[in-house]
């Protein structure tokens, strides 16, 4: 049978560099991780992508369990009611809310919101679950679908309409309980983006304009993408006492008094996804950093009809070897190659191992890393001690470079010209600002877009006027366009 190359699609015929936007659109398609739908903003999450997710979900519950979290699921559907009970919360949200009207060809009573986020529904449960300070703490996630209504451009897993995430939500009994749990949950989501991810991230507070609705204030991790926007990767809200007085979310405290709760909530999405798929991927695919890839390593046997069974028989004892990596051994016969080399490079299989019947003769293989192209021969009784070095080699090369690139277009400037400048060139300007919700709507209109991404913590004291209205400056912050 004659070797099938499909070089229709083989690769990306266009440039990360040159045209950021039909890459990653050609890149998500062609290493099969979406699938678009007849429905705008709703896609398909194909098994390669869901695998990733699965390893991302594992991570983080595993650190969220360690701090007592448990997870739960609340309803999809939130009655008119309900959404409507934080004045604040539903004006931030109304413009993205979905409604259900009808139930069958009958009009229901009241209309149903599917839920932009959980809060209201959830929180209906938490008044009746609260009673006592010896109720608390509340610590509860969901992992669970989202949809938002807000946009018209959809990029696939960077902003759509329907989207995978966690939402969790936790119940205190002091403002000192809440504002350490939300920054704990910060702090994880940094740990997460850079350890899993190979994300570098900044964290900071958000500006009031930015926080979320019905928040106190909200926490943020951030990122810089190669076509120089911003992207926000998590949020951790700390909620006040907001909720739970529209809720009844009351207690009786240690001394027989009544209390409203402190609150928070936090989420990542698959979003982070298209950060990374965007952020590591090169003109070849994806890059896949080995802690979350879903293959580790893919075995690719070099097939001749004489030697076939040798080659086999040594790819699947490497195979077996390997057994505590993610592993896939490639024997599909009706391909070729380079076809096969093609098709993983496409989908950022961090190693490659090539076996043919030079490398059964001379007792090794070739191990080729996908972050670099690099090629090396490595002894059979060594392959398992060098895979487990190039993988952290590779992970470490990837955050390195992306941190890199990070600090080559976080530019600071006191100077507001340059800051248009800055913004102009794809840039992120960290400027001193007085964060006056008025000077953050000019500076946006006159820099083409840009907003306020967040305020980093523990600022010494600035002795500077605001970058762009001249009032004192209160603290320095990011401001960059963004997704």
Known sequence: MKKQEKTDEKGVNATKLDNFSEW????????????????????????????IWENAQAFFDKKIKKIGVKNASFPLLIPEE?????KEHVKGFSPEVAWVT???????????????TSETIIYDSYKKWVRSYNDLPILINQWCN????????????????????????????????????????????????EELYAIPVFKGLKSDKEKFAGADYTLSVETVFPNGKAVQAATSHGLGQNFSK????KFTDENEKKQFAWQT?????TRSLGIMFGMHGDDKGLVMPPRIAPIQVVIVPIIFDKTKDVVMKKSSVIKKSLSSFLVELDGRGNYSAGWKFNQWEMKGVPLRIEVGPKDVENKQVVIVRRDTGEKLSVKDKDVKKKVKELLEVI???????????MNENIVETTDFDAMISIIGAKKIAYVPWCGEADCEDWIKEKTGGAKSLNIPFNQKKIERKCVHCDNPAKFYAYFAKSY
């Open 102 to 116: 009808h139930g069958g060809n009958s009009k229901l009573p009241e209309r149903l919101a599917i839920r932009p």
């Open 265 to 269: 909530s936090w989420g990542f999405s």
């Open 82 to 86: 309900l959404l409507n009970r934080e």
């Open 395 to 405: 992970q470490q090369n990837l955050f390195d470079k992306a941190k890199k690139f």
């Open 24 to 51: 990653y659109t050609q890149v998500i398609q062609k290493a099969e991780l979406m699938e678009y739908t007849k429905v705008s903003g709703c896609m398909v999450i194909r098994p390669y992508a869901y695998e």
């Open 246 to 249: 529209s809720f009844g979310i």
């Open 146 to 193: 989202i949809v938002r209504w807000e946009f018209k451009h959809p990029v696939p897993f960077l902003r759509t309409r329907e989207f995978l995430w966690q939402e969790g939500h936790t119940v205190h009994a002091t403002k000192e309980e809440m504002d350490k749990l939300a920054m704990t949950i910060l702090d994880i989501y940094v740990n997460m983006f």
